[in-house]
């Protein structure tokens, strides 16, 4: 079972106010379960996360519950609070619902009167600097940047939010994986056709080739699954 990092979360105590919120908390836990921080299974600890951001135990219970709410996390009765664990179902759920929302994000970013490409520029940048120097968690991270920078031509606040939540729960997929070029390099290079259709405003072309994308990626990732459990 993974431990928690606490010291992680110092670097994030800044970000609160001296009143910081259940909300804002929970964006705090959200975010680090996104980078890969705290991987499914990890016990998310009361006092040291409390001591870590400086927040009550009243704050962080509603934090929870929030993320219990977005199904990032469980409660286990008598045992405390979990970075949950997901089943094949899950999966195919997560890959349903993004292939709706982020396929459907770049057949609304051609009605748009413009758009800002860079974010999405930046977080294939950051892939291939990661993958350069075979951080591969690194490149994880930055392939979930890559595609809620996608959701977010949309334009559509209520669509990047929904998938800041599902790229969350995305993470949590990671942990089937193996942390090796040979998984990450061909979706980094799937990264890169993906940005140049879109540099070229071929909108169409790039939804079917993110379509065909997740889809590779969902039965790879069952069948990862699979065999972590037989």
């Known amino acids: 079972m993974a431990s928690l990092d606490a010291a992680r979360l110092q670097e994030d105590r800044e970000l609160l106010e001296r009143s910081g919120t259940a909300e804002r908390v929970a964006a705090i836990l959200r975010q680090r379960i996104t980078e890969g921080d705290f991987p499914p299974g990890t016990r998310?600890?009361?006092?040291?996360?409390?001591?870590?951001?400086?927040?009550?135990?009243?704050?962080?219970?509603?934090?929870?519950?929030?993320?219990?709410?977005?199904?990032?996390?469980?409660?286990?009765?008598?045992?405390?609070?979990?970075?949950?664990?997901?089943?094949?179902?899950?999966?195919?759920?997560?890959?349903?619902?993004?292939?709706?929302?982020?396929?459907?994000?770049?057949?609304?970013?051609?009605?748009?009167?413009?758009?800002?490409?860079?974010?999405?520029?930046?977080?294939?940048?950051?892939?291939?600097?990661?993958?350069?120097?075979?951080e591969w968690r690194a490149v994880g991270t930055a392939s979930i940047h890559f595609h809620q920078a996608l959701a977010d031509l949309a334009g559509s606040h209520r669509v990047s939010e929904t998938m800041r939540q599902v790229l969350a729960e995305t993470r949590l997929v990671f942990v089937f994986t193996e942390n090796t070029r040979a998984f990450f390099e061909p979706y980094?290079?799937?990264?890169?056709?993906?940005?140049?259709?879109?540099?070229?405003?071929?909108?169409?072309?790039?939804?079917d080739a993110l379509d065909a994308y997740l889809r590779e990626a969902e039965t790879q990732l069952l069948a990862a699954y699979a065999r972590a459990d037989p």
Request: hydrophobic share 50%.
């Open 44 to 134: 998310l600890a009361e006092p040291a996360i409390s001591a870590a951001l400086g927040v009550s135990r009243n704050t962080l219970r509603e934090s929870f519950q929030l993320l219990a709410h977005e199904r990032l996390a469980v409660h286990e009765l008598n045992r405390g609070v979990f970075v949950r664990e997901l089943t094949a179902d899950d999966i195919e759920d997560l890959y349903a619902i993004r292939r709706i929302v982020e396929c459907g994000a770049l057949r609304r970013a051609a009605e748009r009167a413009s758009l800002d490409l860079s974010p999405v520029q930046a977080a294939l940048a950051d892939g291939q600097s990661a993958a350069a120097a075979e």
């Open 188 to 207: 980094l290079n799937r990264h890169a056709r993906i940005l140049k259709q879109l540099e070229r405003a071929r909108f169409t072309e790039a939804a």
